[in-house]
């Protein structure tokens, strides 16, 4: 019979459906789920939106799937100069879009797969606490169809993510105002982008969208770009961003937060 964690009582005796419960699958989540469960114990996840969590589905995945296109785009415009010419170069975004998300389904199919392998029971729909040993799971905007129900277990691993910030007195409107998960499906290429915040994901972003031709403006309060990285690899990127087309970088105006 199986061990609680660290309580020396076993599941049965505690009288819980699960060894381990694990709310939300990421790869901090469906990672976890995947380790209680070699370890022998009775393991599900329950996920509100789709299996593998902002990385796999609007974060990590789809920007690398689009950077990959963008990367494509700037040789074939510098294609002259490896020695290929051509008179008609059509550039479809939509596509690009539609390659990231095709992507992003396989990737989510993989963790489904991982999750049956490996014997770990997927919960759609929301969870919230009930008491230090019950959830109660309700249907959520992606799985409206999710059967309202109540899952004990000896353990919870919360593996909640992070939420996205606004900016103080700014509503995203999904429009004119985007944020992350808007910037991975846009219909179009906007004339012209102010990105808010030079980190990883602004920068990246703003390298797609100016390879694709958008007029790119980086607003960065701190003293370099990728204010987390080195500055001898910031002033690096700062130099490609100068020799960029379309992207407007001035080190000048920064606002001193
Ligand atoms: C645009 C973008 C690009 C990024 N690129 C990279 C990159 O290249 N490399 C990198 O290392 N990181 C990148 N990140 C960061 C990365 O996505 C996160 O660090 C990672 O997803 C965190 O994993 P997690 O498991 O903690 O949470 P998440 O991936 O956020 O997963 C949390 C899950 O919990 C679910 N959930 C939340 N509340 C509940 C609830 N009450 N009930 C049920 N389910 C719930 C959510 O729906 C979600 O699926 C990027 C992020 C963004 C936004």
Redesign the pocket.
């Known amino acids: 019979m199986k061990q609680g964690l660290n309580t020396g009582e076993t599941m049965a005796d505690q009288g819980y459906q699960y060894d381990v419960v694990v709310?939300?699958?990421?790869?901090?989540?469906y990672v976890a789920a995947i380790r209680a469960t070699q370890l022998g114990l009775k393991t599900a996840i329950?996920?509100?939106?789709n299996l593998g969590?902002?990385?796999l589905n609007?974060?990590?995945i789809p920007?690398?799937a689009l950077i990959h296109n963008a990367e494509i785009l700037h040789t074939l415009k510098e294609a002259d100069e490896y020695g290929f010419t051509f008179d008609n170069l059509k550039v479809d975004f939509g596509k690009a879009v539609k390659r990231s998300r095709d992507v992003v389904g396989r990737q989510t199919k993989g963790v489904a797969f991982l999750m049956k392998k490996n014997k770990i029971e997927v919960i759609e729909g929301?969870?919230?606490f009930v008491d230090a040993h019950s959830i109660k799971v309700t249907p959520s905007e992606y799985h409206p169809e999710a059967k309202e129900q109540t899952v004990t277990a000896a353990h919870f691993i919360i593996?909640?993510?992070?939420r996205a910030r606004s900016l103080p007195g700014t509503q995203i409107d999904g429009e004119r105002i985007i944020q992350?998960r808007d910037a991975l499906v846009l219909k179009e290429v906007p004339k012209k982008l102010i990105v808010v915040g030079s980190g990883?994901?602004g920068m990246e972003f703003s390298y797609v969208y100016s390879t694709y031709g958008a007029e790119v403006t980086i607003i960065e309060m701190l003293d370099q770009i990728l204010p987390l990285e080195d500055a001898d690899v910031a002033a690096e990127v700062a130099k490609g961003l100068h020799e960029a087309r379309g992207q407007d970088y001035d080190e000048h105006s920064h606002r001193k937060g």
């Open positions: 709310i939300g699958s990421g790869p901090g989540g329950v996920e509100r939106e969590g902002i990385c609007w974060g990590c920007t690398k929301n969870a919230a593996a909640t993510g992070a992350y990883a994901i």
